[in-house]
Every structure is written in structure tokens, then in C-alpha cells.
């Protein structure tokens, strides 16, 4: 039978059709020049011939198995070996018993056919279509005109009637592809064109491998293929890394239809009114959760849950308007909380004085919240603005206020380190109102607080106070002087930043006094005129 070429030009997805016959390898009978390698390589592996210093097993795996198991064995490898015990040496695969061992898959995927199945059946196909990639392997198949031109639209329009007119000569026709990503998906996806039930046989493909066929089905125009992959996506559990793959995909597909769609959903809400009105739904979303977790009852529960909330936020660097109202507005419900409680305790009504710590705590994680997405500014002013819990804070009892100078002393290490930045009458007014609270409850912070890190605090408090004018440091050091000297341990530590306020009230000045003044040389213009 005279066989002709057939000229196509280069459609998408990395596939070339070309028109230089290239001597295809038949699926069942073009493995001849690999077998004796693979035979050879195989049996010596089986006779334990490549590792000299173990005797054979009893049943050896054949290299499939081996390459199957390949992970398995570099994991063994992190095992100590035993000095006294030679190591074997490691087992490796060369690039040509790699490529021996991939078109001895391609070669029993083209032979498994169901009975009636006329996928690569010879005696009734009209085409022979060999597929080429990217890394030289040629594999065969014979296919039929009628399938491919009714299922793809990108056959229907190069293997059209009128070209069969066109031709002088009888099929059947060489076609070649060339440049394919994976020719094992290719083939595949030509196999489901065949199929009666394409979902069903889906079925017994995972994630990656379907959105294989999906990316073929696209390019090539199979439709029926495209559906059924999207159905199958729409069903089918992701993993983390393969939900990545299906959203990239999906998105540089821009598929049409309802689809694609469906299976976004997963992902995305859907936008029906803008993205404005998005943004709100988020933040609603945000607001609603951070309520239900400020106000939860069962304390163990809540602190895994922020933990959770935190992380969560932490890896979700964007943040828009909506969402930092959300965050704003939980910071308020718990400030008017607070507010409240502290002062019907100050009224000597504790019947519910446990909210006072409860609700410092919830300030507490919200600031860290804040401090972490670079926004504390307005929390830090309101906090500083708080001139009647301040006042109100020596009529409760200690043992009841002291989470609410943590607060306090994170609002002191953020400005110390840098993480909040305000302008000095803003840090003033925040030391005016809380540092003596806070000298007040230093004593049950650091026996009650579990994980305080006292020279944490410390340092930033200091940090913080030499960030002021020199006047008011004077003012500030000279009072903790006083303090640490009567309370010892009580009072915290700034001894630093004393040494630093000094250095510059005293030692520059001394310098500045001392060095000669520099000579003033100034320079006369005459006029000549």
C-alpha cells in the first residue's frame, strides 16, 4: 500500500506537524533495537552481578520495579551505614535505560485494548500518526481519519474532505507531530476519542495526569475530552500542590463555558456585582470570624484558634481597606468591653471582673495582629487616649488589671523596635497615661504571665523613652532611677537606655565645651568699579 505525507501547518501547545518523513517506531514491533540492552541490563541486575558484595535475593525486582521504588531507596540512604560493613555501591540509571524503560510503557500502553476497540488497530485505519518529543522518542499508532476529524476540530479542519480531494493517492497518510510535551498524555487523549464513557475512564487517572489530557484536549479542539476533565476536576480531591496546578492551568487555558467555572469555584468566591462589593463580602467574612474567636467560652480552644487566625493572616500579606475596618472594629468591641468592666470594678461591682483580663488578652493578640500588617498606628493613639481606664486603674485590684499594662508593654516594644512609628507628642502621651500603671503591675506581670520576656520589654521601653526630646528623657530616667532604687526586681530594668540619656546630657556636652571653636574665614568682594 503506497503511503503520502501529509503537510500540516504547526498548531498550539507545542506540537509541530512537519513535513520530512521521519521513520516512526511502530508500538509493537519498533522495540528490537532496545530489547537486547534492557534484556542484558535487566538480567544482570537479577543476578546481582551490579552489586558484588550482597549475594542475589530471592526474588529480584526487574529495573520497572526498581524505578518504581527509586525514592524509597535514596530515603534509605540518610540510615548511618556501619563502618565495619562495605557500602555498596549506588544504584544509578543512565539516560538510555531511562528512555528504554519509557517506550516500553508507550509500547504496552498502545498494546492494551479492550476487545472491539479499533484504537491502533492496523488492519482498519486510514492514518498512521507518529508523535515525536521534545527529547527524541518516536512512537506510532495507527488512527482513523473518521474519529479524529469528528471529535477535534483541529483534525476536522486540516483533514478535511477537500484535502482528501486534493490528494492523488490513497491513504494511508503519515502524519507526524512533533515537539510534544508528553507523548504518553497525547496518546491518552487520542485513546478517549475512542472511548464510549469518558468519565469512566477518568476514573482510574489522578489529578495531574487529567490535567494532562486537559491541556491536549484544549489545544487540539476535543471538546468532549475538555468536559469531561472539568467534570472530573469539579469531583475529584486536590491536594495542596495540586490545586495549584489546576487554578494555573485553568487560568492560561481561559476556557469557555460553565466548565471551568464550576471548578474555580473551589477557589474563588464568584463575582457577580464587582469587586467592591467582593471586598465587603470579605471583610464581613473577616469581621464575623474574628467576633466568633474574641468571644469564644472555651479558653483552650481559643488560644489554638488564634494561633490559627494568626498564621492564617500572617501568609495573606494583602490586606485592602474592607479588611483593616474589619480588624479596627473588633478592636473596638473589645475597647467599649474593657471600658465597661474596668469601671464597674472600679464601682467595687465584680461580678464580672474576669472580662477585664479576658478582653486585655483579646487587645493583646488583636495589636500583635496589627503590629504584624504594619497598621498599630491608630490603635497606639486610641490606647494612648485612654485617660479614664488609666485614672480608674489603681481602684482595681491587680490581680484583675495587670493584662491590661501587656498591652501597654507591647505598645512599648513596638515603638522601641521600630514597628510603630508615630510622631513624639503621640509616644509622649502614650508614657504620660500608662507608665505608671504599668510600673504598677510590672510586679504580677512577671510573676503571673507565663512567656514573658521581661528584657524584651525592658529594652523597649528604654528604646522607646530615648526616642523622645532630651528634656523629657531627663524627666523619665530620673523618676525610674528613684523607682528601681526602692523596688529592685519590681520595677523593670533600664539601666541602657539610662547610660545612653547620660552620654548624651553629660559626656557630649563636656566634648563640645572643651573642643576649640573652628576658625570663620570669610572673603571680601572690592568692588574695582
Known sequence: MICQQ????????????????????????????????????NSALTAGLLNPMSPPPRSSPTLIEMMANEPDIQSSNHILPNPSVPVAPKFQISAEDKQVLAMQRLSDILAARSPGNQFNDASSSDI????????????????????????????????????????????????????????????????????????????????????????????????????????????????????????????????????????????????????????????????????????????????????????????NPSLGNQRKKSLYSACDMCFQSLRHHFLRAMAS??????????????LHWMLDILIDRQIAEEFLRKWASQFELSKAHSSVPAIHRFEVSRVTARLFVGVGKGQILVPKDTRSLLLQTWLVPFYGDFPWMRKASKGLDRHLIEEGLGSMILTLPLAQQQEIFLGWFERFLNSGEDCPNIQRGFEVWWKRAFWRRNREEGRPRPLRITVATIDKR
Open 128 to 315: 498512521k500518526l507518529a508523535l515525536t518529543s521534545k527529547d527524541g522518542i518516536t512512537v506510532s499508532m495507527n488512527v482513523h481519519r473518521p474519529i479524529l476529524v469528528a471529535h477535534s476540530r483541529f483534525f476536522a479542519m486540516k483533514l478535511s474532505d477537500r484535502w482528501i480531494k486534493q490528494q492523488r493517492v490513497s491513504g494511508p497518510y503519515i502524519v507526524e507531530i512533533a515537539d510534544c510535551d508528553d507523548v504518553e498524555v497525547y496518546i491518552e487523549t487520542l485513546r478517549l476519542m475512542y472511548c464510549k464513557d469518558l468519565r469512566k475512564k477518568l476514573m482510574k487517572e489522578d489529578v495531574t495526569r487529567v490535567l494532562g489530557i486537559l491541556k491536549v484536549s484544549a489545544a487540539i479542539g476535543f471538546d468532549a475530552g475538555v468536559l469531561s476533565c472539568l467534570e472530573y476536576l469539579e469531583a475529584a480531591p486536590w491536594s495542596e500542590d495540586e490545586e495549584d496546578k489546576v487554578v494555573s492551568l485553568l487560568t492560561e487555558l481561559r476556557l469557555d463555558g460553565a466548565g471551568a467555572a464550576e471548578v474555580l469555584k473551589r477557589v474563588s468566591f464568584e463575582v457577580n456585582n464587582g469587586m467592591e462589593e467582593e471586598r465587603s463580602e470579605n471583610g464581613d467574612v473577616l469581621l464575623n470570624l474574628l467576633h466568633v474567636v474574641l468571644g469564644g467560652k472555651d479558653e483552650r480552644a481559643r488560644r489554638d484558634i488564634k494561633l490559627l487566625v494568626s498564621k492564617m493572616l500572617r501568609e
Open 6 to 41: 501529509l503537510e500540516l501547518e504547526k498548531p498550539s501547545l507545542d506540537m509541530e506537524f512537519t513535513t520530512t518523513p521521519t521513520p516512526p517506531i511502530n508500538g509493537h514491533t519498533s522495540l528490537n533495537s532496545f530489547t537486547s540492552n534492557f534484556t542484558k541490563f
Open 349 to 362: 461591682d465584680f461580678t464580672e471582673v474576669g472580662q477585664i483580663s479576658r478582653q486585655a488578652d483579646n
